[in-house]
């Protein structure tokens, strides 16, 4: 079975079997990350270009990793060493791009649809890392892997996901992948985070978090997006975790086998306490681990391999 789709752009065009088609790869590539030599020659003489233009951690050096365990030459570039700061305009400098012929180009960006606007308009392959508040496809996708691996299934398990839900792609992403794979989503947030219509994704919104945590399998904690909140939406930080917040007690409510997970970057002490984020719950440095082996089977697929081909 090939991926027949030249980008990665939202999980929205693509179907459960893609979707297991991705993962079922991904599950391949992780083993190449447990060989001595981390290293197999599958996208030798292929280009990538790593087109950051907001701040990533995880996701700048999950994808560089991915590229280069893979034999790609990975190029990246940022906001503040791109001639955008000079008044360059993102097509302009996409068909740049474009003209010294990469075959794949990775791209964060604070405007969505972004890189649905940068697909369009070159031959190379586009890999969306999150753009504005709209998709983080990938994300999304080393989630889904996280969970079926522990748990050995997706369909039917209770999902719950907690936090700034309005300004969160990867809440937006993660409904979708889990809803398409067949699990039930449930978010809650304060009601100034919960974004009108959300509900059209096909999650459920609860009124609190506790009722939100109760009987979950998973349960998905979000921070605080300040950075991109135009005025503050809750009283106070001690507030809000008191409401909100993971602790011990309240994820006794969740199934004893429960998931605990996030994205990244945590404000400890905010939306989770220490004791849970390090505790016996907790996949998020599996997530982490996840996330290299899932990129690597994004860029081998959009470039045109088939699944199991490691």
């Known amino acids: 079975m090939r991926f027949e789709h030249k980008d990665l752009l939202t999980l929205d065009a693509l179907s459960s079997e893609e979707i297991t088609m991705i993962l079922d790869t991904a599950e391949g590539m992780k083993e190449i990350s447990n060989r001595p030599i981390k290293k197999v020659p599958t996208l030798r003489g292929k280009t990538v270009v790593l087109f950051f233009q907001e701040p990533s951690t995880r996701t700048k050096i999950s994808f560089d990793i991915a590229g280069k365990?893979?034999?790609?030459?990975?190029?990246?570039?940022?906001?503040?060493?791109?001639?955008?700061?000079k008044g360059e305009t993102l097509?302009?400098?996409?068909?740049?791009?474009?003209?010294?012929?990469?075959?794949?180009?990775?791209?964060?960006?604070?405007?969505?649809?972004?890189?649905?606007?940068?697909?369009?308009?070159?031959?190379?392959?586009?890999?969306?890392?999150?753009?504005?508040?709209?998709?983080?496809p990938t994300q999304a996708l080393l989630d889904l892997m996280t969970v079926r691996e522990k748990k050995g299934r997706i369909e039917g398990l209770k999902i719950a996901i907690i936090g700034d839900i309005a300004h969160s792609r990867v809440a937006r992403s993660d409904i979708t992948g889990f809803t398409k794979m067949g699990a039930s989503v449930t978010v809650a947030a304060p009601l100034t985070m919960?974004?009108?219509?959300?509900?059209?994704?096909?999650?459920?919104?609860?009124?609190?978090?506790?009722?939100?945590?109760?009987?979950a399998d998973v349960v998905m904690m979000l921070r605080i997006q300040k950075e991109r909140q135009e005025q503050i939406l809750f009283p106070t930080e001690r507030e809000y975790s008191n409401l909100f917040g993971l602790t011990e007690k309240r994820l006794k409510s969740a199934r004893r086998d429960v998931l605990v997970m996030h994205p990244g970057p945590m404000n400890r002490g905010v939306e989770i306490s220490n004791d849970v984020a390090d505790g016996s719950h907790s996949v998020i440095l599996d997530q982490v681990t996840n996330g290299v082996a899932l990129r690597m089977a994004v860029f081998y697929l959009v470039a045109g391999g088939v699944k199991h081909a490691a």
């Open 91 to 136: 097509i302009d400098t996409a068909r740049n791009l474009e003209a010294m012929n990469p075959d794949i180009v990775v791209i964060r960006h604070s405007s969505s649809g972004a890189a649905t606007l940068i697909a369009g308009r070159i031959k190379a392959s586009v890999i969306n890392a999150g753009d504005g508040l709209h998709a983080h």
């Open 69 to 85: 365990r893979l034999s790609a030459d990975t190029i990246s570039i940022s906001s503040g060493s791109s001639s955008i700061v």
């Open 194 to 215: 919960i974004p009108k219509g959300i509900e059209k994704l096909g999650c459920r919104v609860a009124p609190d978090a506790d009722s939100c945590i109760e009987g």
